[in-house]
């Protein structure tokens, strides 16, 4: 099954960007991954779907702020002009062979 | 509006079962595979089990296979995750989720979650 590696922590300041990393492991550099966020003491919430090729479809009423792209095995989330209500934990998802998968997870600080 | 609602939750012995709900509304409930993601508390998201639209397909984490089944009545739009011999390490908020397209599989609603308490 994937493993998917993320860094547990960044920080950027507020009205700057940020981009967020989440690795596929051997074998798995084609999967689609999803973004999720998730707000201090609040459930996930989705964010993206980003495909191998860089292609992403949002969530609905997700800001033009949240980006996405993918280089080989990775696929980033960019967060542009940060915003203090982004300071959160960040998932990304995949699944294969009837397995979902999580990432660790990146906590993500806005100075 | 796509909505999740999850019950069920609660403070459960070691060793005990517990049955959670989880109510959807605001979609066509059997186009859409629902999936349970639990977390522990300070800890990240973990994937528990998933069941296809029809319910005739089910998916279980190894690390709890054998001890939850999962399954949905289309007649009612409730999504179910029955837990036996519970362990402390079962201790977690489990969330409910919906795949975000029909057939897309990763996961694009989540409910509010149900706190889960595996404790003597």
């Known amino acids: 099954q994937p493993v998917l590696t993320q860094s547990s922590s960044a920080s950027a300041s507020l009205g700057s960007s940020v981009k967020l990393t989440c690795t596929l492991s051997?074998?798995?550099?084609?999967?689609?991954i999803a973004w999720h966020q998730q707000q201090p003491g609040k459930a996930p919430r989705y964010l993206m779907k980003?495909?191998?090729?860089?292609?992403?479809n949002k969530g609905s009423g997700i800001p033009d702020r949240f980006s996405a792209s993918s280089s080989g095995a990775d696929r980033h989330l960019t967060i542009f002009n940060l915003q203090s209500e982004d300071e959160a934990d960040y998932y990304c998802?995949?699944?294969?062979?009837?397995?979902?998968?999580f990432g660790g997870g990146t906590k993500l600080t806005v100075l | 509006e796509v909505q999740l609602l999850e019950s069920g939750g609660g403070l459960v012995q070691p060793g005990g079962s517990l049955r959670l709900s989880c109510a959807a509304s605001g979609f066509t409930f059997s186009n859409y595979a629902m999936s349970w993601v639990r977390q522990a508390p300070g800890k990240g998201l973990e994937w528990v089990a998933s069941?296809?639209?029809?319910?005739?397909?089910?998916y279980h984490a190894d690390s709890v296979k054998g001890r939850v089944t999962t399954s949905r009545d289309n007649s009612k739009n409730t999504f179910y995750l029955e837990m036996s011999s519970l362990r402390a390490e079962d201790t977690a908020v489990y969330y409910c989720?919906?795949?975000?397209?029909?057939?897309?599989?990763?996961?694009?609603?989540w409910g509010q979650g149900s706190l889960v308490t595996v404790s003597s």
């Open positions: 051997s074998g798995h550099s084609s999967n689609i």
């Open positions: 989720a919906r795949e975000d397209v029909s057939g897309s599989f990763y996961n694009g609603f």
């Open positions: 998802e995949t699944w294969d062979s009837d397995t979902w998968v």
């Open positions: 980003v495909e191998g090729s860089g292609r992403f």
């Open positions: 069941v296809s639209g029809s319910g005739v397909s089910t």
